[in-house]
């Protein structure tokens, strides 16, 4: 009898924590459901993902929205069925990645104005990472919608002394923070820079370690939109720092390929004085970007380009700009 007591009292525990194991199940399947849906467009291989910005709207106007029915997505010249299509309204993860090398050290208090002021004029779903990078990159706030926090960060923001490595600080945030965002929410990246980077020839400095053939591939497989904000600081950095100009033009020609992999703008400020007009354009450029998902008509999967054109039907006024293509899977044959 006591055995049998036992053994009653063994099942009871058992069936007591397998109803246990059963109810936890049931509260994770609840939450999981509860979840946001995932963007099928991100997790989809075989679709190609496209960020197009229209560009031409009158700059007194208020921007209008487009419908999917406005676009013609074009691959070889082949016209491509429409599969997924999120208007310009729809939510970003905003970077604000800023170059606090040597060079900016005196203008650090416009720096901060400016920046507050790109914040402010941001979309209060949009939400806003912030980051410096001298020779390393610095994470003064993670994605996040509170307004005052992003200030405060700002204003943390400690005057900057070494190199530049700024190869290394776009590759620390694609790689870092952009996944962090995740769900349906797009991404972009607001970076102002001289574009100067140690790495390049007769720059003192170690430099960064990703070579930028490297980080321009990286950008061009990313969904990510990049926005590049050219500071024009040549002639202080020549005379005070004896930086070549051949480095500024190569640093120039850099910021032009990472803009056109992105189908973006190449903002120029010829001062510090500019950046409050170019945020506010890089906000208003913002607020026109489209996302379209096409899954190709050519399947062949033989590691070829794939040119890719968008176009708009009946706006003569305003004009797509994307990528220009992709390379598609190589599959070897057994």
Not at 68 to 94: R, W
Request: neutral net charge.
């Amino acid at each position: 009898m006591q055995c049998r007591a036992a053994n009653v009292v063994t099942m009871q525990t058992s069936f007591t924590f397998l109803a246990k194991i059963a109810l936890v199940l049931v509260v994770l399947a609840g939450v999981i459901a509860s979840q946001d849906p995932v963007d099928t467009v991100r997790i989809d291989s075989d679709l190609v993902d496209l960020r197009v910005s229209v560009l031409g709207f009158a700059s007194n106007a208020p921007v209008p929205l487009l419908e999917q029915k406005d676009f013609v997505v074009l691959e070889d010249g082949v016209p491509q069925q429409i599969s997924f299509f999120a208007a310009a309204d729809a939510p970003f993860d905003l970077v604000l990645l800023l170059d606090l090398s040597a060079s900016s050290q005196k203008n650090l208090k416009m720096i901060r104005n400016s920046a507050k002021r790109f914040v402010d004029a941001t979309r209060d779903v949009d939400r806003i990472a912030l980051v410096t990078f001298t020779n390393q990159p610095a994470l003064y706030s993670p994605f996040t919608l509170d307004r005052s926090k992003l200030k405060k960060a700002i204003d943390d923001m400690d005057e900057a002394y070494g190199g530049t490595n700024f190869w290394d600080a776009m590759d620390y945030v694609l790689s870092h923070l952009i996944p962090q965002g995740g769900g349906p929410r797009r991404s972009a990246i607001v970076v102002m820079t001289d574009g100067i980077d140690n790495a390049l020839p007769d720059v003192l400095g170690d430099g960064s370690r990703i070579p930028f053939a490297a980080l321009l591939g990286k950008i061009r497989n990313s969904e990510t939109l990049i926005f590049p904000i050219y500071l024009d600081n040549e002639e202080e950095s020549v005379r005070r720092y004896n930086t070549p100009r051949a480095a500024y033009a190569l640093a120039r020609e850099q910021l032009g390929s990472i803009a056109h992999a992105c189908g973006t703008p190449m903002y120029r400020a010829a001062r510090l004085n500019d950046l409050n007009a170019v945020y506010a354009q890089v906000v208003r450029d913002l607020s026109t970007v489209y996302s379209i998902g096409y899954g190709p008509t050519n399947k062949t999967l033989d590691g070829k380009w794939r040119s890719v054109e968008v176009r708009l039907t009946n706006r003569s006024d305003l004009f797509a700009r994307t990528k220009r293509g992709y390379y598609a899977k190589l599959v070897e044959k057994s």
